[in-house]
């Protein structure tokens, strides 16, 4: 079974220029996630999709970033324009519904942003 | 609002010792509780999890407990090995709004 996929793995850009991420979850996960982690804290949840639906978004700067999950199953993460703290690794989760199953949580590799 | 802690920030023990990492949370009305491993620029596997009506996970070397009324869960390592030095988070998922929120971490290194 194929993992949670994400792209890029890496990306370089200076302060106020656009960056986007994508992410493909496990086949049949409903439910995902995009997480920031800065270097030495744990994850934040970022945005929460239940299919195509936003769940919950209150932890995301609206004024720079946004996220889409169109069709209901892989989504991307846009920032722009980027300042010096979005500096980061964002994580995309995926998991199954809560209440159906166990709910347990998959990761990608994550994506790391330099903002110079 | 949910809070969740781990306790120590950052531990170095030598090969082979037993030891046992620490996660605290402020609300007990969990759905269950995951603990991962991080390794430096990698993302987070799961080691174990636990629903909220379980007790306890093994896996290996690894036993996981929980305990909602106190809002403790602890990871125990038997014979650690200079392999296991990695971060270790643990996270919370909440049964009302589904988040998971997950705690700063604790950073194990294993000398040989």
């Known amino acids: 079974e194929a993992g949670v996929a994400q792209s890029p793995r890496y990306k370089i850009i200076e302060k106020r220029q656009s960056v986007a991420f994508w992410c493909n979850p496990i086949s049949g996960h409903a439910t995902l996630y995009w997480y920031q982690q800065i270097l030495g804290q744990g994850p934040k949840l970022l945005i929460q999709?239940?299919?195509?639906?936003?769940?919950?978004d209150s932890q995301l700067p609206k004024d720079r970033f946004s996220a889409e999950r169109l069709k209901g199953v892989d989504s991307t993460l846009k920032i722009q324009p980027a300042k010096l703290e979005d500096s980061a690794v964002y994580l995309c989760?995926?998991?199954?519904?809560?209440?159906?199953?166990?709910?347990?949580?998959?990761f990608g590799e994550g994506s790391r942003l330099t903002v110079l | 609002k949910q809070e969740v802690t781990q306790i120590p920030a950052a531990l170095s023990v030598p090969e082979g010792e037993n030891l046992v990492l620490n996660c605290s949370f402020t609300?007990?009305?969990?759905?269950?509780l995951q603990w991962f491993r991080q390794d430096p620029g990698k993302g987070l596997t799961s080691l174990l999890l636990i629903q909220s009506s379980q007790r306890e996970q093994t896996s290996g070397r690894l036993n996981a407990s929980l305990d909602k009324s106190s809002g403790r869960s602890t990871l125990y390592i038997a014979a650690s090995q200079p392999g296991d030095s990695a971060t270790y988070l643990c996270?919370?998922?909440?049964?009302?709004?589904?988040?998971?929120?997950f705690g700063a971490g604790t950073r194990l290194f294993v000398k040989a």
């Open positions: 989760a995926s998991s199954t519904i809560q209440g159906l199953n166990t709910g347990e949580l998959f």
């Open positions: 609300d007990s009305a969990i759905y269950n």
């Open positions: 996270a919370v998922r909440n049964t009302g709004g589904f988040k998971t929120i």
């Open positions: 999709f239940q299919n195509n639906g936003v769940v919950d």
